[in-house]
C-alpha cells in the first residue's frame, strides 16, 4: 500500500476519533507528518467530501462521503441481521436456494445466502457480484432507481450476452423495468447462467427506499409452472415481511 494512501487511512482514523474537529496543525503534530504533506492529504480527501472544512472552526471533520458509506455499512449489517431467519425459512418453503442482493455500483452483490439442500442445485457464493441487467434481483435494484439513474446505466453500461437468452436490448430491458416497478415480481430466465432461473422481489427500509433484493435462484428443470405459482406467493411474502422487519410501513 503506498505511504499516500496510508497517511490519508490515518487522517481520516483520527479525525473520526475528534469529537469537534482538528485543525491542520493537529493532524500534522498528531500523525508526525510534514504540513506541506498534509496539506495535499487534505484537499484530496476533501475534494472528495470524505472530509469537510468548517470555516469557522478552522478545523476539519468528517464529510458526507464518509457518513453515507457508513450508513451504507451499517444498513448491510442489519440486512443481513433481520435477513437470516427470512432467507432461511423462505429457502425451507421453497426447497430453493436464496439470497439477498443489494447494489455495487452497476452490478448486484450477493451479501446473504442459503444454499439449497437438494442435490442438484445453485450454489451462491456470498461477496459475488453480477451485472444488473442479466440476474432477477440486479433487475429489482435497478427497476427502483431514479428515471435519472436507469437512464445513465442504460446509455452507460455495455449490455453484453451472458447466455443467448441475455436482454441485451435497451428498450426491451426498459419495458421489463416499467412492469416490476408496477409491483410485479422480477424474473431471471436463464438469462445469467443457462439452465438456471431465479424470482426476486424488493426489500424497502422504513423510507420506503428499496434497499436489497430477495431472490430464489433453481435449476430451470425443477421449475413448472405450478412450482413458478407457489414460489412466487412465497417470495412475495417473504419479502412483504422483510420490508416490515426493516421498518416499512405500507400506506
Not at 156 to 168: G, Q, R, W
Request: proline share 3%; charged share 25%.
Amino acid at each position: 500500500m503506498s505511504r499516500a494512501v496510508v497517511r490519508a487511512m490515518q487522517v481520516l482514523e483520527l479525525l473520526g476519533q475528534s469529537e469537534d474537529g482538528l485543525t491542520h496543525a493537529q493532524i500534522s503534530k498528531s500523525l508526525n507528518i510534514p504540513k506541506s504533506s498534509v496539506t495535499a492529504i487534505l484537499v484530496d480527501l476533501a475534494s472528495g467530501e470524505f472530509i469537510f472544512f468548517d470555516q469557522s472552526t478552522k478545523k476539519y471533520i468528517l464529510g458526507s462521503k464518509i457518513v453515507s458509506l457508513a450508513h451504507n455499512y451499517l444498513q448491510g449489517l442489519d440486512l443481513i441481521k433481520v435477513g437470516e431467519p427470512i432467507v432461511k425459512d423462505l429457502a425451507k418453503a421453497t426447497g430453493e436456494s436464496v439470497a439477498i442482493y443489494v447494489q455495487s455500483g452497476q452490478k448486484a452483490q450477493l451479501i446473504y445466502k442459503q444454499d439449497s439442500p437438494q442435490s442438484v442445485s445453485r450454489l451462491l457464493k456470498v461477496g459475488a457480484r453480477a451485472p444488473m441487467y442479466a440476474i432477477a434481483a440486479g433487475k429489482v435494484l435497478l427497476a427502483y432507481m431514479s428515471e435519472e439513474k436507469i437512464n445513465t446505466f442504460l446509455s452507460t453500461i455495455a449490455m453484453k450476452p451472458i447466455t443467448p437468452y441475455t436482454i441485451t436490448d435497451a428498450k426491451k430491458l426498459r419495458k421489463e423495468l416499467d412492469t416490476i416497478r408496477t409491483g410485479a415480481l422480477a424474473y431471471n430466465r436463464q438469462e445469467f447462467e443457462e439452465g438456471v432461473v431465479a424470482v426476486a422481489a424488493p426489500v424497502r427500509d422504513r423510507y420506503g427506499k428499496v434497499v436489497a433484493a430477495l431472490t430464489v435462484v433453481a435449476p430451470s428443470f425443477r421449475i413448472d409452472e405450478k412450482m413458478q405459482r407457489d414460489t412466487d406467493k412465497v417470495l412475495a411474502e417473504a419479502a412483504i415481511y422483510f420490508s416490515k422487519m426493516m421498518g416499512f410501513q405500507k400506506i
